[in-house]
């Protein structure tokens, strides 16, 4: 999830919400061309696991330790 979001391992909360911010922008399929939509809602998806797995503290260490199980 840290490669989704762009982010090293040590990012701090705030970081996660601003790439979080900056990349739902640039995926979310209300906001791309109609022929990238399907595309755009895949990579939306995966930014928005991301993020709720590493902004709730508890997810975040369970994902640190063991993976995304």
């Known amino acids: 999830y840290y ?8 990012c701090t909360p ?3 919400k601003k790439s979080y911010q900056k990349l739902a922008l ?4 209300d906001k ?4 990238l939509t399907d595309q ?3 990579e939306f998806e995966k930014v928005k ?5 590493l902004s ?3 997810s975040r260490k369970a994902y ?3 993976g995304d199980k």
Not at 3 to 10: E, H, M
Not at 32 to 35: E, L, M, R
């Open 32 to 35: 791309t061309s109609p022929s």
């Open 14 to 16: 705030l970081e996660i």
């Open 3 to 10: 490669a989704v979001l762009n982010l090293p391992k040590t």
């Open 26 to 29: 640039t995926f979310h399929p």
């Open 40 to 42: 755009a809602q895949v």
């Open 56 to 58: 709730d503290v508890a």
């Open 49 to 53: 696991r991301a993020h709720a797995v």
């Open 64 to 66: 640190d330790a063991f």
